[in-house]
Every structure is written in C-alpha cells, then in structure tokens.
C-alpha cells in the first residue's frame, strides 16, 4: 500500500498541481464570480420576471456547466506529447495522480464555486453599504439566498455528471467534452428507447419489484388483455424501473466509472503514441 | 546497469520495429544513440524509461523492470524528450515545484550549470527562447542526479558556446553510477563525449563499440584521388579530396569522425561487423 500511496509524496503531487494550475483557478473563481454578479443582476430585472426566478436558480446549472468543462479536461496533459511525458515521468503512482486530480475536481470545485457565490456576495454586500438607498443598482442587486437550493440534489447531480465526463476526460484522447457529451448522449437515448419499448408491453403480469424485471420473459401472459389492472401494473413498474434506474444513474454509475478511470489511466501509462 | 532482452516493441503488433532486441548498457558511460529518421531511437529511450509497454521480453534497471513504472524507479530515470515541457512559472517556483520529487537533486550544481549556459533566472520560464528553455532543462536534467538519463536530441536549438559547455557539463556530471544515454543526429556535437557508440537502423542494433575499440580497428585518412574499391571500407567525397575510413593496419592513434563512422556502418554494415566481431581483413 505505501508504495501505491505515501503521504509525503501525495501532498507533492497535490502542490506541483496547485502551483501549475492556480492561475487557472483565480480565473475561475473570478469568471464564476462575475457571472454569479451578472445573474443577480439580470435576474433582478422587473420586466423580466420569469428569468429572475432563473437567474437566482440558475446559479447551479453554470456551476455545472464549468464543472463538466473543468473535469473532461482535467488530464489534458494526456494530449500533449511533451506534458504527457512530464506527467508520466513523476516520481510519483497513478493512484496518487488520480486521486490529486479527483479532489481537484469534486473538493476544490465546490471550494471554488462556494468562493465565487461567497465573493459575489461580500461584493453586494460591500455596495450595499457604500449606496445604502435609493440608486438604480440598490434596485438589481439583492444578495443571493443559496440556503434555499436544495444541496442534496446539486450534490448528486454533481457527482454524476463528474463521473461521466471525468472518465470521458481519462477515455477520450482530443475533443474529450464534445465526445463523452456525445457518447452520454447516445447512451442516454439507447437507455431512453430502451424503457420506452417496456413501456408499449402491456402483457405484464405480477412484475412489481425490479428482480421480477429478470423474469420477464417467463410472466408473459399471452391472453392478457389491456385492462385498468394491467395499466395500473405497467405504471407501477414503471415507477420501479425508474427508480432502479435513479439508483444506477445516482449510486453505481459514479462509482463504476470512477474505478473505470483509474484503470484506463493506468493503461494510459505504458499505451503506444506518448 | 540497464539490460534490455529479448524486446519486441511496433506501434503496430503486425509490424515490428524492435524483434527481439539484445542490448546492455553498463553505469560510468555515456552512450551515443545514433540512427536515421525512423530507426527507432525515441522509441528505445520511451522503452528505457518505462513509457511503452514492450510486446515481449523486458527492460530491467538493475532488479527491478523499468515498466514497472515505481515510485523508486522513476526517481532515478530522467527522461529529457527533445521537446520538453516547461510550465509557465518562476525557476524558484519551477525548484519548489519539483525538486521534491528527485532527492538526490543539487540546486548549487544547477544554478552554476544555469550560469555556465549563461541563462538568466528571473522572470518566468515560458518567457525563454527555445534554446534557453533546453539550456534550462537541461540544466535541470543534469542536476537531479538521477543514476539514468536519458537524452534526446539534447542540443537541438543550443548555440555554439552552449554546445561546447553542454559537452563540458555532461563530462563533468558523469561518475561510477550514472549513465547516460544521448540520441542525436548532431554527430559533430557529441564528438569527445559520447562512448560507446550505438547505431540503430530499422529497428535493429547495428553497431555497439568503444571509441577505443573503434580507433584501434578504423583508420581515417584525407586523400586527394579516389581510392581503390579494397582499399577502403568506406569513402566519401569531401572538398578537396576523399575522407577513406579503412582498417587500421598499423594500429596508429586517429582521431575518428563519427558521422563518417556511422555512414560506412549503415552503408557496409556487413564489412564493418565482420571486422569488429572477428577482427579479419575485410
């Protein structure tokens, strides 16, 4: 295991990342910063009231944005011969390179996106108190009221989305966000067409848990008619199947895709073309 | 020592650029890597160094195989591609950000090899010429102290003067523990630095010998008609005469030309290895 990992070494790679990227990071922050200002600031507009709500409930959805394009572009270094080379070359494990750059993306992202809100904030706040009544800007700027988003739901999303395009950033060599984007995409639909067909069978019978989906085959009942009771059935499994479906997409796909990364990165190591 | 047996490595598996490949490179040395475009000299460097994944047989330094690819391992191979990456950061902060990972790494050596390249050390690296960026690595390269370095086409870019100090460095770096390995195509550059001499083509080594060894079996001589076809094993027309390498018969010291070397090798390679492996008249 210390040869997998060693603290001292892991702290290292952890500061050559810092130092490479910080300023990468203040520009983040300070971009991320800017259009949580501007989204205060549009969404504060009285003539329009339905992009104010999402203006103020929008703020996630750009976090989002910046975060599928930060983590599938996470080992760019992979792309380029000569960084290629100095990333391989460290005296340091895959393991530890990829954990580095795991809490980059999920730790120091949401640290990152907490700044920005929590900059923007001090910066209304510090007009506020330089223009206490009265001016155009009183007017748009108002403080944002974050505690109100539902954390849970970002949170899982975000874990979600960071799995895909962060395996996307390991898989795909070059154009690694447009590909993963359209490899989701693809697999999104094929999943999509996939429950749309179980939604036209009508001819289930007694399926109401998702370890009677395995049987399947076996409960066709070849008489059955589309009554109420069937309808009722079909409903409830699909409920089932999309709560099976949640639970994949939520709990197991980050997971599965997490450790597929790692194992394509440690392929990536000793593959042909450095 | 570094011992490559029996490697088979292509970028395709059907077409092979290395089949087999027997090589031994001993600590104490630095090791001339020549060959055409193609030869596969990158190649065998990225072999060395654990970057590519043979199809057969291994690369060890010491007990250990360079693939490998473990912590104690890449500390002690320093791999310097022709094209090397510089972050866009100060050298103070380029040393805090690496030293750390080279412990055996001098930081006197390094600014005194900076010095000596005549590279200034204040603003940021990225701010460099190309030439000055290589100075820099390889001042970086030299001063980690690793018991490996691999070097390709190091003094691409150098000027003059950095050539001659490059040359000086590298002679000045090199103990009992260490070993070079230097690829290039700037023969004349590498002349009084680089022995033994390994000539790579088409995947295969063609030639592996001393500096010694090579004076003591080949002769060069200037002449001005051209020489007798069993007169020489090799010449070339040079301006105002032929440059002939022949067998050394008399066992006289001379002062060998390496890119004239690696031409009569690549060109008689069959006469040249009968001369060197049993030593007859060819």
Same mark, same amino acid.
């Given at each position: 295991?210390?040869?997998?990992?060693?603290?001292?070494?892991?702290?290292?790679?952890? &500061?050559?990342?810092?130092?490479?990227?910080?300023?990468?990071?203040?520009?983040?922050?300070?971009?991320?910063?800017?259009?949580?200002?501007?989204?205060?600031?549009?969404?504060?507009?009285?003539?329009?009231?339905?992009?104010?709500?999402?203006?103020?409930? @929008?703020?996630?959805?750009?976090?989002?944005?910046?975060?599928? *394009?930060?983590?599938?572009?996470?080992?760019?270094?992979?792309?380029?011969?000569?960084?290629?080379?100095?990333?391989?070359?460290?005296?340091?494990?895959?393991?530890?390179?990829? #954990?580095?750059?795991? #809490?980059?993306?999920?730790?120091?992202?949401?640290?990152?996106?907490?700044?920005?809100?929590?900059?923007?904030?001090?910066? *209304?706040? #510090?007009?506020?108190?330089?223009?206490?009544?009265?001016?155009?800007?009183?007017?748009?700027?108002?403080?944002?009221?974050?505690?109100?988003?539902?954390?849970?739901?970002?949170?899982?999303?975000?874990?979600?989305?960071?799995?895909?395009?962060?395996? @996307? @950033?390991?898989?795909?060599?070059?154009?690694?966000?447009?590909?993963?984007?359209?490899?989701?995409?693809? *697999?999104?639909?094929?999943? @999509?067409?996939?429950?749309?067909?179980?939604?036209?069978?009508?001819?289930?019978?007694?399926?109401?848990?998702?370890?009677?989906?395995?049987?399947?085959?076996?409960?066709?009942?070849?008489?059955?008619?589309?009554?109420?009771?069937? &309808?009722?059935? *079909?409903?409830?499994?699909?409920?089932?199947?999309?709560?099976?479906?949640?639970?994949?997409?939520?709990?197991?796909?980050?997971?599965?895709? &997490?450790?597929?990364?790692?194992?394509?990165?440690?392929?990536?190591?000793?593959?042909?073309?450095? | 020592?570094?011992?490559?047996?029996?490697?088979?490595?292509?970028?395709?598996?059907?077409?092979?650029?290395?089949?087999?490949?027997?090589?031994?490179?001993?600590?104490?040395?630095?090791?001339?890597?020549?060959?055409?475009?193609?030869?596969?000299?990158?190649?065998?460097?990225?072999?060395?160094?654990?970057?590519?994944?043979?199809?057969?047989?291994?690369?060890?330094?010491? +007990?250990?195989?360079?693939?490998?690819?473990?912590?104690?391992?890449?500390?002690?191979?320093?791999?310097?591609?022709? /094209?090397?990456?510089?972050?866009?950061?100060?050298?103070?902060?380029?040393?805090?950000?690496?030293?750390?990972?080279?412990?055996?790494?001098?930081?006197?050596?390094?600014?005194?090899?900076?010095?000596?390249?005549?590279?200034?050390?204040?603003?940021?690296?990225?701010?460099?010429?190309?030439?000055?960026?290589?100075?820099?690595?390889?001042?970086?390269?030299?001063?980690?102290?690793?018991?490996?370095?691999?070097?390709?086409?190091?003094?691409?870019?150098?000027?003059?003067?950095?050539?001659?100090?490059?040359?000086?460095?590298?002679?000045?770096?090199?103990?009992?523990?260490?070993?070079?390995?230097?690829?290039?195509?700037?023969?004349?550059?590498?002349?009084?630095?680089?022995?033994?001499?390994?000539?790579?083509?088409?995947?295969?080594?063609?030639?592996?010998?001393?500096?010694? +060894?090579?004076?003591?079996?080949?002769?060069?001589?200037?002449?001005?008609?051209?020489?007798?076809?069993?007169?020489?094993?090799?010449?070339?027309?040079?301006?105002?005469?032929?440059?002939?390498?022949?067998? /050394?018969?008399?066992?006289?010291?001379?002062?060998?030309?390496?890119?004239?070397?690696?031409?009569?090798?690549?060109?008689?390679?069959?006469?040249?290895?009968?001369?060197?492996?049993?030593?007859?008249?060819?």
């Amino acid at each position: 295991m210390k040869r997998q990992f060693e603290i001292k070494r892991f702290l290292r790679t952890f &500061w050559r990342e810092l130092a490479l990227n910080k300023i990468n990071i203040l520009i983040m922050i300070a971009s991320l910063t800017f259009i949580s200002l501007l989204m205060n600031l549009i969404s504060q507009r009285p003539s329009l009231p339905k992009l104010g709500r999402y203006g103020i409930d @929008g703020f996630p959805i750009v976090a989002l944005i910046y975060c599928v *394009i930060i983590v599938s572009s996470s080992f760019s270094e992979l792309n380029f011969s000569d960084r290629k080379i100095d990333f391989l070359m460290l005296p340091s494990t895959t393991f530890e390179k990829y #954990i580095v750059k795991f #809490i980059y993306t999920t730790v120091g992202f949401i640290l990152l996106s907490i700044s920005s809100v929590g900059l923007s904030a001090i910066i *209304i706040e #510090i007009y506020h108190y330089l223009f206490p009544s009265g001016t155009l800007f009183r007017k748009l700027l108002h403080s944002y009221y974050y505690y109100n988003y539902n954390t849970d739901r970002i949170f899982q999303n975000y874990i979600m989305f960071h799995s895909i395009f962060f395996f @996307g @950033g390991i898989y795909f060599r070059k154009l690694e966000l447009g590909k993963t984007f359209l490899a989701a995409i693809g *697999i999104m639909a094929a999943l @999509g067409i996939y429950l749309s067909v179980l939604n036209v069978l009508p001819f289930f019978e007694n399926v109401s848990t998702p370890f009677d989906m395995m049987n399947v085959s076996m409960q066709i009942n070849e008489n059955a008619d589309l009554s109420l009771k069937s &309808w009722s059935k *079909i409903i409830e499994l699909n409920r089932t199947v999309k709560d099976v479906v949640i639970l994949c997409i939520y709990n197991i796909l980050p997971i599965f895709l &997490w450790t597929l990364g790692f194992i394509r990165l440690q392929e990536n190591e000793v593959s042909d073309g450095v | 020592m570094i011992k490559i047996s029996d490697m088979s490595f292509g970028y395709r598996k059907k077409n092979l650029l290395f089949n087999n490949l027997n090589l031994s490179l001993s600590a104490g040395n630095i090791y001339g890597l020549l060959g055409k475009n193609g030869a596969g000299k990158t190649t065998l460097l990225k072999l060395i160094s654990g970057l590519l994944y043979p199809h057969n047989g291994s690369c060890s330094l010491g +007990e250990e195989k360079t693939i490998a690819r473990n912590t104690d391992l890449l500390k002690e191979i320093f791999f310097l591609p022709e /094209n090397s990456f510089l972050p866009a950061v100060k050298t103070h902060e380029y040393l805090e950000i690496y030293t750390p990972f080279y412990p055996k790494f001098n930081k006197e050596k390094f600014f005194q090899y900076l010095k000596d390249l005549e590279i200034e050390t204040n603003g940021k690296i990225t701010n460099l010429s190309y030439g000055q960026k290589k100075k820099f690595s390889v001042a970086f390269a030299l001063a980690a102290e690793t018991k490996v370095i691999l070097l390709d086409e190091p003094t691409n870019g150098l000027d003059i003067p950095a050539k001659s100090v490059f040359r000086k460095l590298v002679a000045s770096s090199i103990n009992e523990e260490k070993i070079f390995v230097i690829s290039t195509h700037q023969v004349r550059d590498m002349k009084h630095l680089i022995d033994p001499i390994i000539i790579l083509d088409n995947g295969e080594v063609i030639f592996n010998q001393q500096i010694a +060894e090579i004076e003591r079996k080949l002769s060069l001589r200037l002449q001005r008609e051209e020489p007798e076809e069993n007169e020489a094993l090799y010449y070339e027309n040079t301006l105002g005469g032929y440059a002939i390498l022949s067998e /050394n018969h008399d066992g006289e010291d001379n002062d060998i030309d390496i890119e004239l070397l690696f031409n009569a090798v690549v060109a008689k390679n069959e006469k040249v290895k009968t001369l060197f492996n049993t030593g007859v008249t060819v």
